[in-house]
């Protein structure tokens, strides 16, 4: 089975707004809503974002959301600070083996 | 609130066997599904598997034949075990919480770091 295919690197300007691309195929992000987000810091483990396509869990900021049409998911991120310099995963089950799959990672830079 | 603390040689000879642990405070290994992914060098997460008490387990089709994840409740931790390792193997492994609600990997441990070489 293949990953989910990300950008390898997105950038931005303090304050703008990016998003992430996330893409996979019917039978994993185009057929279920078990869609996840993570972002990792250099060196430290993943953190939850963004769960079931759209959802935030507790202590997430709002500026972080997640949305979906077709078989490509998308990770957007608002007024973008220094701090979401990071990593972001994408993930999502597939049924071709109830496996999960995760994305390659995209680097985000702030400028 | 849950924990995960993982332990574990951070050198395998190839050919030989990876066993890993993970440690859990502040919860039941009963209540959730328990999750090994690793990350090699500069690269992006792989899921490897998970273990649930009520479900079993279920690996990643490319790991299968090599791979056991299992449970001690008594200990309340988890561990993974890896055969027959090669220098691809060598990554960061995390163990993490799968949340059957979420759909997610909601707590993560630090990770260890595993160098397969001889």
């Known amino acids: 089975q293949s990953a989910l295919t990300q950008p390898a690197s997105v950038s931005g300007s303090p304050g703008q707004s990016i998003t992430i691309s996330c893409t996979g195929t019917?039978?994993?992000?185009?057929?279920?809503?078990?869609v996840s987000w993570y972002q990792q810091h250099p060196d430290k483990a993943p953190r939850l974002l963004i769960y079931?396509?759209?959802s935030r869990p507790s202590g997430v900021s709002s500026r972080f959301s997640g949305s979906k049409s077709g078989n490509t998911a998308s990770l957007t991120i608002s007024g973008l600070q220094p701090d979401d310099e990071a990593v972001y995963h994408c993930?999502?089950?597939?049924?071709?083996?109830?496996?999960?799959?995760f994305g390659g990672g995209t680097t985000l830079t702030v400028l | 609130q849950v924990q995960l603390q993982e332990s574990g040689p951070g050198l395998v000879k190839p050919s030989e066997t990876l066993t890993l642990t993970c440690s859990l405070s502040g919860g039941s290994i009963g209540l959730y599904y328990w999750s090994w992914i690793r990350q090699s060098p500069g690269k992006g997460l792989e899921w490897i598997g998970f273990?649930?008490?009520?479900?079993?387990?279920n690996y990643n089709p490319s790991l299968k034949s090599r791979v056991t994840i299992s449970a001690d409740r008594s200990k309340n931790q988890f561990s993974l075990r890896l055969t027959s390792v090669t220098a691809a193997d060598t990554a960061v492994y995390f163990c993490a919480k799968y949340n059957g609600v979420f759909n997610a990997f909601d707590i993560w441990g630090q990770g260890t770091m595993v160098t397969v070489s001889s």
């Open positions: 079931d396509v759209s």
């Open positions: 273990t649930f008490e009520k479900a079993g387990t």
């Open positions: 019917s039978r994993d992000i185009g057929g279920y809503n078990y």
């Open positions: 993930c999502a089950y597939t049924s071709a083996t109830t496996a999960r799959l």
